[in-house]
T-cell receptor, first 113, second 112 residues
Framework: DGGITQSPKYLFRKEGQNVTLSCEQNLNHDAMYWYRQDPGQGLRLIYYSQIVNDFQKGDIAEGYSVSREKKESFPLTVTSAQKNPTAFYLC????????????FGPGTRLTVL | DAKTTQPPSMDCAEGRAANLPCNHSTISGNEYVYWYRQIHSQGPQYIIHGLKNNETNEMASLIITEDRKSSTLILPHATLRDTAVYYCIVRTLTGTASKLTFGTGTRLQVTL
């Protein structure tokens, strides 16, 4: 079945450690996105990528980094520079030409202790 | 992108139609209205979008007023599984990857 997978579903890390969240899609989508959601809030865009080896900052990119070496994969690294990393992280993808019909993964809930 | 205003919460009895309003009074001519929903602790799910004509798909109907300053998402026969936060988003369809700005949405509670 086609879809977007994020792993793990729950992740715990100590303060000061970098952590990488996985996002994989087998939908053959060109564009991929990372969002952050805090309790009771809407989603905020961290980074997005239109094609392989290219990505752009979203609204809240500080303290995060991404790579897009393969079309299927768009991992997000939460660095120690991110002041409030505890959140629900969502990855999405979309088809070129239908960029606004984004399909979302199940999310990863990151807790930094 | 134009700003949207939605009520924070709504209730609907199971089997009845759920009508979720959205105001977007500053919408411009080339901006589309999108609806997504997010069931608790899951990723958002695309529902429907439209420009000025009413739209219908297997999930819902979208009614856009003639002046395009507001719209209504209609779930014709709400079920308990439709309980979710519904987001109304207005943005330009550029054909390239760009952000969707999600507000706080409307929390729809479907009850027996």
């Amino acid at each position: 079945d086609g879809g977007i997978t994020q792993s793990p579903k729950y992740l715990f890390r100590k303060e000061g450690q970098n952590v990488t969240l996985s996002c994989e899609q087998n939908l053959n989508h060109d564009a991929m996105y990372w969002y952050r959601q805090d309790p009771g809030q809407g989603l905020r865009l961290i980074y997005y990528s239109q094609i392989v080896n290219d990505f752009q900052k979203g609204d809240i990119a500080e303290g995060y980094s991404v790579s897009r070496e393969k079309k299927e994969s768009f991992p997000l690294t939460v660095t120690s520079a991110q002041k409030n990393p505890t959140a629900f992280y969502l990855c999405a993808s979309s088809v070129w030409g239908k960029m606004d019909e984004q399909f979302f993964g199940p999310g990863t809930r990151l807790t930094v202790l | 992108d134009a700003k949207t205003t939605q009520p924070p919460s709504m209730d609907c009895a199971e089997g009845r139609a759920a009508n979720l309003p959205c105001n977007h009074s500053t919408i411009s001519g080339n901006e589309y209205v999108y609806w997504y929903r997010q069931i608790h602790s899951q990723g958002p799910q695309y529902i429907i979008h439209g420009l000025k004509n009413n739209e219908t798909n297997e999930m819902a109907s979208l009614i856009i007023t003639e002046d395009r300053k507001s719209s209504t998402l209609i779930l014709p026969h709400a079920t308990l599984r439709d309980t979710a936060v519904y987001y109304c988003i207005v943005r330009t369809l550029t054909g390239t990857a760009s952000k969707l700005t999600f507000g706080t949405g409307t929390r729809l509670q479907v009850t027996l």
